[in-house]
């Protein structure tokens, strides 16, 4: 039977290419996703050709929504071996132009959520000694980004709680890493003009703008047997924006 791996924020951009990317390495695949209710259908049907897949909603700032999804998931699918924390939100605001809403918001769908997914699928990982997290972070929280000041903190919380988890679940047998996306050609981008994104590639060693399946590939290597002895990183897949 297939390893069963969980995608949050699914339905589009990176998730969609991770999505793919895991069916395609032999894991039966859930699709979770909020609003993108039919791009996550269509996306299960075409994974289905490969690998067992469905998709779920949840909304990863609910605890009772993610573990309705989480039980959803054991149900259909059986238990998770992997979890990938994606589902995230952006925003670009002078801090000072910050409500505490927005921080809040920012808070909980970016780095409350990986604690949530993350208590829903140990459950499962701690009873059999075996798992794999890997949570979608960012060179903001690596570096810091000017006007993203609350998702520079949400995404450094990320990139903390994966190195803290990965030393209390070791022994455990479960692996939990990080990766850290540069600037990826998706729907968080749709505030940039064509001129900051050029500027952007610019500014990136590699000259370009990364595309989904680059993040993909980082997560697949992580979750992959070559990845057993590896835990507590945080791997930067930004064209040399960060070295
Ligand atoms: P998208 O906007 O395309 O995708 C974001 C995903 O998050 C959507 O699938 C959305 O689901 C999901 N999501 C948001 N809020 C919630 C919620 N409350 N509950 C459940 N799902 C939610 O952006 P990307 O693909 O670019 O982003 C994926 C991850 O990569 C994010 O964590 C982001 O911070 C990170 N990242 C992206 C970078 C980039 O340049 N693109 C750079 C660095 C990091 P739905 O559509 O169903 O509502």
């Not at 990986?114 to 140990?122: E, K, M, Y």
């Not at 500027?199 to 703008?209: D, F, K, N, V, W």
Request: hydrophobic share 45%; charged share 15%.
């Amino acid at each position: 039977m297939n390893k069963v791996a969980v995608v949050t924020g699914g339905a589009k951009g990176i998730g969609a290419a991770v999505c793919r990317r895991l069916a395609a390495d032999g894991f039966s695949v859930a699709v979770l996703y909020r609003t993108s209710q039919q791009e996550a259908e269509a996306l299960a049907r075409e994974l289905s050709a490969v690998t067992d897949a469905i998709c779920v909603p949840v909304d990863v700032t609910d605890a009772a929504s993610v573990t309705a999804a989480f039980e959803q998931v054991t149900r259909e699918l059986g238990p998770v071996y992997a979890l990938v924390n994606n589902a995230g939100v952006a925003a670009q605001e002078l801090l000072t132009d910050v409500t505490d809403g927005a921080w809040n918001t920012m808070i909980e769908t970016d780095l409350g959520s990986v604690f949530r997914c993350c208590r829903a699928a140990l459950s499962h990982m701690l009873h059999s000694h075996d798992g794999r997290i890997v949570n979608i972070a960012s060179m903001w929280g690596e570096i810091g980004g000017s006007m993203e000041t609350p998702y520079s903190a949400a995404k450094a919380g990320v990139i903390g709680l994966t190195k803290a988890l990965a030393k209390e679940v070791g022994p455990s047998g479960i692996t939990v890493n990080a990766v850290s996306p540069g600037v990826i050609r998706t729907d968080m981008l749709a505030a940039f003009s064509d001129e900051t994104l050029a500027e952007l590639a610019a500014e990136t060693p590699l000259g370009r703008i990364g595309e989904p399946n680059d993040v993909a590939g980082a997560v697949s290597f992580l979750l992959s047997a070559d990845a057993a002895f590896i835990t507590g990183v945080d791997l930067s897949v930004s064209g040399g924006f960060v070295i």
